[in-house]
């Protein structure tokens, strides 16, 4: 499974931020974001308002893809608990890709990997995603 970045008429949008860039992008029907890059205090305000729009633009659950980021600080991390916040207001889900490494090491030292559905692969994020049978 992969993100598609060429399905739906928002998709497939570009913002490049000060160090990282954000593309629009749908994991089996489900929109989001792909980000690479860098997330700290110096891009939190841009990527704040990125994702607000984003969410505000679609419905259901919606996937950050976190596969591509090569930074994350306590900054970054609040941008996606505030995230995370903004979809539970509409009882949405909020689906984070974040293998194992750095990034996904912030969460657990932070306390929130419980908090936040925190999948390794792109595969897992996509099987949640499916309807049981």
């Known amino acids: 499974m992969s993100l598609q970045s060429d399905l739906g008429e928002?998709?497939?949008?570009?913002?490049r931020l000060h160090g990282v860039t954000v593309t629009r992008a749908r994991s089996s029907g489900a929109p989001g974001v792909l980000l690479?890059?860098?997330m700290d205090l110096g891009t939190a305000s841009g990527l704040t308002a990125t994702l607000d729009a984003a969410i505000r633009e679609s419905r259901g659950a919606f996937v950050i893809d976190l596969c591509d980021v090569t930074f994350l600080d306590?900054?970054?991390v609040s941008v996606l608990v505030r995230a995370r916040a903004m979809l539970g207001r509409e009882e949405r889900a909020l689906l984070i890709i974040c293998p194992p490494g750095p990034a996904r090491r912030i969460f657990e030292l932070a306390g929130i990997d419980d908090l936040l559905e925190l999948f390794e692969t792109r595969d897992q994020a996509a099987a949640s995603l499916q309807p049981a049978t």
């Open 74 to 76: 306590s900054s970054g």
């Open 36 to 38: 690479r890059g860098a």
């Open 10 to 15: 928002t998709a497939g949008i570009t913002h």
